[in-house]
């Protein structure tokens, strides 16, 4: 699937490489792919890069701002914002004026984000991150808001399947068993005692957003045949494009890019990332029954 993307549109598009992650709720890894052709490269995409995600960390930015009292629906400014000197734009480089958060989420605007984050404190927001299983260094600084800290795609991906867990941690395991040559078992995975770390109805909250992010806001390109939520992701100058995303039975993340840090002819992650995923899920959801989203029932539980 991976594969057949870059090999049709990869040269026009001015990406080389890309990976793929696909979890189960409970973190067991059922697909992954490192980048286009192991036999071209064994560097791991999924496990070994840090890029940049861009948008796609945007998730954990709202999170943060929940936990300090914002809601979906709380009205912020989308205007020119400086902070400390910097003084980030919207990918349209327009402004939408008074907007709520939910769909300031949906459509990605910079300026909001970085407004949320502001209001939450960028400490916050890497702590938060770190609590959902993000350990690559992060620095508490306002371009925090917009992706800037580099994270691997599994990192990225396990701590959103924390999000489609309802707030339970999410480890990802890859082996389930091993067996000597006489069948006795050396190894058996035990799962982890359940940790949450997150209240599940700001949980609900920030996953009924990210479904917005598939029905109406810039992840359109992902949409599928039942519930989903993810969130589109575009560093800087076009060098990563990224979509994090899940149903109630698997979590998938797709990265394209160079491993020169070259960048792309303008892919973002609502494009080429997208289509990646939703051809991935149509796949891998043949047979399976459609189910809503387990982050959105009964949250307060």
Do not use: C
């Not at 189960?24 to 792919?33: C, Q, Y």
């Not at 260094?137 to 924390?162: D, F, I």
């Not at 050396?186 to 990210?210: C, E, G, N, T, W």
């Amino acid at each position: 699937m991976l594969r057949a993307h870059l090999d049709e549109r990869g040269k026009k598009l001015g990406v080389e490489q890309g990976a793929l992650v696909a979890l189960a709720p409970d973190g067991a890894v059922l697909a992954l792919m490192g980048g286009r052709s192991y036999g071209q490269s064994q560097y791991n995409r999924v496990t070994q890069a840090r890029r940049q995600p861009g948008s796609a960390f945007k998730p954990f930015v709202y999170l943060a701002g929940l936990e300090a009292g914002l809601s979906p629906e709380t009205i912020f400014v989308d205007g020119p914002v400086t902070v400390d000197g910097w003084s980030p734009q919207n990918f349209s480089e327009g402004y939408a004026g008074p907007i709520s958060l939910r769909q300031a989420f949906a459509r990605s605007l910079n300026t909001v984000a970085v407004r949320v984050s502001q209001h939450a404190g960028p400490k916050a927001v890497a702590a938060l991150a770190r609590r959902f299983g993000i350990e690559s260094p992060m620095q508490a600084v306002p371009s925090l808001a917009l992706g800037a800290s580099g994270t691997t795609l599994l990192e990225l991906t396990s701590a959103t399947a924390s999000l489609a867990n309802g707030g339970e941690a999410v480890k990802p395991y890859a082996i389930i068993e091993i067996h000597d040559r006489t069948g006795q078992t050396l190894y058996r995975f035990s799962p982890p005692a359940p940790r949450r770390v997150a209240k599940p109805d700001q949980v609900a909250a920030i996953v009924s957003m990210m479904g917005n992010v598939i029905t109406e806001g810039t992840g359109r390109a992902a949409r599928i045949d039942r519930p989903a939520a993810g969130k589109t992701g575009t560093s800087q100058d076009y060098r990563d494009a990224l979509f994090v995303g899940f149903t109630s039975d698997l979590v998938a993340g797709v990265w394209v890019g160079n491993d020169d840090d070259r960048p792309t002819k303008q892919v973002t992650g609502g494009s080429l990332p997208a289509q990646i995923w939703h051809d991935f899920m149509i796949d891998a959801h043949v047979g399976r029954p459609v189910r809503p989203l387990p982050a959105l029932q009964n949250p307060q539980n």
